[in-house]
């Protein structure tokens, strides 16, 4: 475990004309003991966060391995709500079942409808116990482990800690697994938008699967506006991503070090629409964001195409830095062209038919994915709208997760 103070008030100035909240004072970072694995199949991250924790305690004499499928197995006996892949109940007893921690801890399922008293209650049990915290974002669809966080004071009894940044353990992409550190605006933004969305009992609660600290207080945010009139062009998203490196000391963090080595360099950037609250038609009030991401210049995928190794998200209307992620291997981005030629195979048209049509990249968190470094492709054809993912798969609507997804 990494825990620091970092000494003084800093402020950066930025090319864009306003100024960063202080830099963290107080960090926890508790990634060097808990391995990343990501989800093998689409209904298992509750049970690959299991996994993530339970192989992941403070003493390496407590860890456990299991097999995700023993682990999922597990959570289908322990739910209580058949509505879910893997509920809280389901997730806190497996833990208990397959590897309690030592005495006198225990495992909870803790949830308040206040979003700051509920983070404030997750940054001081990491705090105080080392432990990460298995908790529901994008209101109930999925299962993440938050493994750190930076704030400006530490977070004990009574205080009221300003959150710089969050970082989680995510199991998508599936079998490959992604970490990534996001602001505290666009976690709050994002993940963290609303409750858990779906009836039944952790309605309208924001759920982690902790021990309830028995002190009080809560985190406050300083949200940011994510939405503009210009959109910045590519190439300034890749000055913007690379000033971020280096103002924010991105690489120095122990999960973001590759991009220090010799041989990494950006890709081709991408432009993402986000509609995080389905339904939204006018433009200005969508944000877009840029995936810059970067590799080695000598990992090619197919197509001859580079392979990511960590991508960096910066907001597209102001060049703001809103969140980097790494994966757990490399991974490629299937190309507009290729989306095209997917659709032609799939309608059973023949391409020139399709290949004045443009696709568009978005993300809304969804049984297609759950992570912003991994978006899907929109294309309209005729009267009718598809999308593909990443992976080539072809959608007809965007489902809405199953919850615990």
């Not at 690379?242 to 990494?264: A, F, M």
């Amino acid at each position: 475990m990494s825990k620091k103070y970092l000494k003084g008030l800093f402020i950066l100035l930025l090319l864009i004309g306003f100024t960063l909240p202080a830099l963290a004072q107080y960090e926890v970072d508790l990634s060097g003991n808990i391995p990343l694995y990501g989800q093998e199949d689409c209904c298992w991250c509750g049970a690959a966060s299991g996994q993530m924790i339970m192989d992941g305690y403070p003493d390496p004499v407590n860890r456990l391995y299991h097999e995700q499928e023993d682990i999922w197995d597990a959570i289908q006996v322990n739910n209580i709500d058949a509505k879910w892949c893997t509920d809280p109940e389901g997730l806190r007893q497996t833990l208990i079942d397959m590897n309690p921690p030592p005495s006198p801890g225990n495992w909870y399922v803790f949830t308040n409808p206040n979003r700051n008293e509920a983070l404030f209650d997750i940054l001081h049990w990491m705090n105080m116990n080392d432990y990460p915290v298995a908790t529901l974002i994008n209101r109930g669809g999925h299962w993440v482990v938050i493994v750190g966080y930076e704030t400006d004071i530490e977070p004990v009894g009574g205080s009221n800690p300003v959150l710089q940044e969050i970082t989680k353990y995510d199991p998508e992409p599936h079998n490959v697994g992604s970490v990534i550190t996001k602001s505290a605006a666009v976690w709050y933004a994002t993940d963290w938008v609303g409750p858990v969305q779906y009836a039944g009992t952790w309605h309208s609660q924001y759920v982690a699967v902790i021990e309830p600290p028995v002190i009080k207080g809560a985190v406050k945010v300083k949200m940011v506006r994510r939405i503009g009139k210009e959109i910045i062009p590519p190439e300034e998203a890749i000055k913007y991503a690379k000033n971020w490196i280096d103002e924010l000391e991105l690489s120095k963090k122990p999960q973001y070090t590759i991009l220090e080595e010799r041989g990494v360099s950006n890709l081709q950037p991408m432009l993402v629409r986000e509609e995080i609250k389905p339904g939204l038609e006018k433009e200005k009030e969508v944000p877009y964001y840029y995936i810059v991401p970067f590799g080695f210049e000598h990992e090619i995928g197919d197509y001859g195409i580079g392979l990511a190794r960590i991508c960096v998200i910066i907001n597209a209307y102001t060049g703001r830095f809103e969140e980097i992620g790494a994966f757990g291997k490399p991974v490629r981005y299937i190309l507009k062209e290729e989306v095209i030629d997917i659709i032609a195979s799939y309608l059973a048209l023949k391409r020139e038919e399709v290949e004045k049509l443009k696709p568009t990249l978005m993300f809304q968190p969804s049984d297609i994915t759950h992570i912003r470094l991994y978006p899907f492709w929109r294309i309209m054809v005729a009267d009718r709208v598809l999308y593909v993912d990443q992976m080539g798969k072809v959608y007809k609507v965007i489902t809405p997760s199953v919850p615990g997804d």
